[in-house]
């Protein structure tokens, strides 16, 4: 305590000399220096950012220098960005001074990431919506087709990526037809051409679409980070092959292609069978198509065989033999019940008949004097018998028997019945009693 009174005496005193102490020319620079606001470009060389901590450290250099920052962690949560070795970032703030230490930092205002790697945020920021949409889910990618009879290759006409590519496709599968849409594969209209092409070359029947170009720097990629282009790529109705020559990054048309290849040349080959796996594959499908031909074949002969084995097809009559059986036994039944049945019959027949002829007998007897009766007072009441006795029956003309002399008028014909025939006579005279 005592000395930090003689400490405060000697510096009044210095004061008071025009010299001042370190505290007040601490203060004195540390109120000059945060007055002014300045924006700064660097590298990010170390970094701490510590559970705990209030504020977030790190330093930022260039080729000659190096400068200690700090930003408060309100601010570098609301900034987005995760600082890391190496990145290029641009910040805003002001110097400080900590008096206790002497230490000079830069308080951060804000930050935010500077040329490629301010690329790289937007780019990863466009990565993260995509993929929150599920357009780069390997689930909803597609199988490329076995042999493709169309191709289409969408990139720059003048480029060494489509040599590579009709030159690989010559060599592996020449018989594939090759669709080329010619756009600029670099620029701010790239993404627009490229899009334009894929529409092209769809629209011409490609059965499978290749989006290439060499290699180039993060920037000269930056067309295949295009978002737009993303979507028409996952819209496509045909598998895409993206092949961009560039192994360091992963362009956003990677992740939302069917199939991503390293380079034009991988992406030809990714979409061509080589001619040692179609002389392959053919060998092994003859082989296979000749065996299953050899197996029917062996398989039909065996059915042929057992069927020719069977009782039926070596000794036809065996096909009938039960129903000629069958019918043999009943024809014998029949021939032996057949006479049986007839003299049975025939007994029958032969008792019905003395019955019936005594039973008739005892009918008629009554019924004999009743027709002797009958038959005299019908021969009483015979005509004949009394034509034999004198009688006559005349018909006129008409046919009607006469009772009155008025149904015959004179000049009219009467036919006279007598026993033993008839006369025709004119009628002449009539007399009426």
């Known amino acids: 305590m005592a000395y930090e009174t003689a400490w405060g005496q000697q510096a009044e005193t210095l004061e008071q000399n025009g010299a001042l102490s370190v505290s007040a020319a601490m203060a004195q620079a540390k109120r000059a220096l945060e007055g002014v606001t300045v924006r700064i470009i660097g590298e990010v060389s170390e970094v701490s950012v510590k559970p705990g901590y209030k504020a977030a450290y790190f330093t930022v250099k260039d080729s000659s220098a190096a400068l200690p920052c700090m930003m408060w962690n309100n601010r570098y949560r609301e900034a987005g960005v995760q600082l890391a070795v190496g ?58 087709p076995v042999f493709p009879e169309r191709i289409g290759l969408v990139t720059s006409p003048r480029s060494a990526a489509v040599h590579d590519v009709l030159r690989t496709l010559r060599r592996r599968f020449p018989v594939a037809e090759v669709l080329l849409a010619g756009v600029p594969v670099e620029g701010a209209q790239a993404p627009i051409g490229i899009i334009e092409g894929l529409r092209c070359v769809v629209s011409a029947g490609a059965q499978v679409v290749l989006v290439v170009r060499g290699g180039g720097s993060f920037e000269d990629m930056m067309p295949f980070n295009d978002e737009f282009l993303a979507r028409a790529i996952a819209a496509c109705p045909v598998p895409v092959v993206t092949g961009i020559g560039h192994e360091v990054d992963t362009a956003i048309a990677d992740m939302v292609s069917d199939v991503r290849a390293s380079t034009p040349t991988a992406a030809a080959e990714a979409v061509s069978p080589s001619r040692e796996n179609l002389e392959s594959l ?35 009559l065996m096909l009938f ?40 007998s005892s009918l008629t007897e009554r019924f004999a004097y009743q027709m002797a009766t009958s038959a005299a007072r019908l021969d009483d009441l015979s005509p004949v018998n009394t034509l034999a006795r004198g009688y006559s029956i005349t018909r006129n003309e008409q046919g009607d028997i006469m009772r009155h002399v008025s149904q015959a008028p004179v000049g009219s014909t009467v036919e006279i019945t007598l026993s033993d025939g008839s006369l025709v006579c004119d009628v002449i005279e009539s007399h009426k009693k």
């Open 321 to 360: 033999a039960s129903e000629a059986q069958a019918i043999d036994l009943a024809s014998e039944r029949l021939s032996r019940a057949i006479p049986a049945r007839l003299q049975r019959d025939s007994q029958l027949i032969d008792t019905a008949s003395g019955r019936l002829l005594r039973v008739g």
């Open 87 to 144: 990145q290029l970032v641009e910040l805003t703030g002001r110097f400080t001074l900590y008096a206790a230490k002497g230490r000079m930092n830069f308080d951060v205002f804000s930050i935010a990431l500077a040329g490629e790697g301010d690329l790289r945020l937007k780019v990863a920021n466009i990565a993260k919506k995509l993929r929150a949409e599920g357009l780069t889910d390997p689930a909803r990618k597609r199988p490329l």
């Open 282 to 316: 053919m060998s092994s499908r003859a082989s296979s198509l000749s065996a299953s031909a050899s197996l029917a074949i062996e398989r039909a002969k065996a059915r042929v065989t057992r069927a020719a084995e069977r009782p039926m097809f070596a000794d036809p």
